[in-house]
C-alpha cells in the first residue's frame, strides 16, 4: 500500500509562486508515474501534470503549460509542482496521484489512480 502526502498549499497573490511537494510513503514508487489533479469548487477534477518514473517524461495540461514545473526525487519518492504566475482560476485542491497507466491517458483518469493524497489546498484570491 502507498500513501501519499501533499504539502506547500496556501494563499498567494496573482502572479506569485507555490511549490508543491508530495512525499510517498509505503513502498517505492520508482515503477510509478506521478502526478497532480486539481479540482476547484464545484467543479470537476482535472488533470494539471504528470511526470514518468524515471523523470524523462513530462505531460502538462494545457493551461497550465509554460507556468507549472513538475519533477521528481526518487531517493526520496517524492514529486513536486513548481506553480509561477499564479492567478484566481487556479484556485483549487491540489492532488498527488501515483499510476502505471501511461501519462497520455491520465487526462481521462480524473477519478481513476492507482493512489492518490487527500490534497492541498491553493487559494489566489482576484
Known amino acids: 500500500q502507498v500513501q501519499l502526502v501533499e504539502s506547500g498549499g496556501g494563499l498567494v497573490q496573482a502572479g506569485g509562486s507555490l511549490r508543491l511537494s508530495c512525499a510517498g510513503s509505503?513502498?517505492?514508487?520508482?515503477?510509478?508515474?506521478m502526478g497532480w489533479f486539481r479540482q476547484a469548487p464545484g467543479k470537476e477534477r482535472e488533470f494539471v501534470a504528470a511526470?514518468?518514473?524515471?523523470?524523462?517524461?513530462?505531460y502538462y495540461a494545457d493551461s497550465v503549460k509554460g507556468r507549472f514545473t513538475i519533477s521528481r526525487d526518487n531517493a526520496k519518492n517524492t514529486v513536486y509542482l513548481q506553480m509561477n504566475s499564479l492567478n484566481p482560476e487556479d484556485t483549487a485542491v491540489y492532488y498527488c496521484?501515483?499510476?502505471?497507466?501511461?501519462?497520455?491517458?491520465?487526462?481521462?483518469?480524473?477519478?481513476?489512480?492507482?493512489?492518490w493524497g487527500k490534497g492541498t489546498l491553493v487559494t489566489v484570491p482576484s
Open positions: 496521484a501515483a499510476e502505471q497507466a501511461p501519462l497520455s491517458s491520465w487526462p481521462d483518469r480524473n477519478y481513476v489512480m492507482d493512489y
Open positions: 509505503g513502498r517505492t514508487l520508482s515503477r510509478y508515474g
Open positions: 511526470i514518468s518514473w524515471g523523470g524523462g517524461n513530462t
